[in-house]
Nanobody, 117 residues
Framework: QVQLVESGGGLVQPGGSLRLSCAAS????????MGWYRQAPGKQRELVAR???????NYADSVKGRFTMSRDNAKNTAYLQMNSLKPDDTAVYYC???????????WGQGTQVTVSA
């Protein structure tokens, strides 16, 4: 089993910044992909950013230029630096992990991000 724990969420004013962390632990034999998703009230969960197989990072159009995803492979940890936050960024943010191509995803419990004046 793999456990994912997100942290770093909170309340921030529009234009502010937050840095989310996702620490993976447990029976990790490899990491094929890690990603950040978010789900706002009444909406479907959507992809925010994803790194596949150590390659390029893909971002949702709505966050390009404002959010940056990174990984520390030695710590099995992913980060999401969020700048210039907008009220529309308010959501529960989840990270996920695939150990191999076609394997099942693991999900964290989520961390709330609220952008409000």
């Amino acid at each position: 089993q793999v456990q994912l724990v997100e942290s770093g969420g909170g309340l921030v004013q529009p234009g502010g910044s937050l840095r989310l962390s996702c620490a993976a632990s447990g029976s990790i034999f490899g990491i094929y992909a890690m990603g950040w998703y978010r789900q706002a009230p009444g909406k479907q969960r959507e992809l925010v950013a994803r790194i596949i197989n150590g390659g390029d990072t893909n971002y949702a159009d709505s966050v390009k230029g404002r959010f940056t995803m990174s990984r520390d492979n030695a710590k099995n940890t992913a980060y999401l630096q969020m700048n210039s936050l907008k009220p529309d960024d308010t959501a529960v943010y989840y990270c996920n992990l695939y150990q191999g191509f076609g394997s099942r995803p693991y999900w964290g419990q989520g961390t709330q991000v609220t952008v409000s004046a």
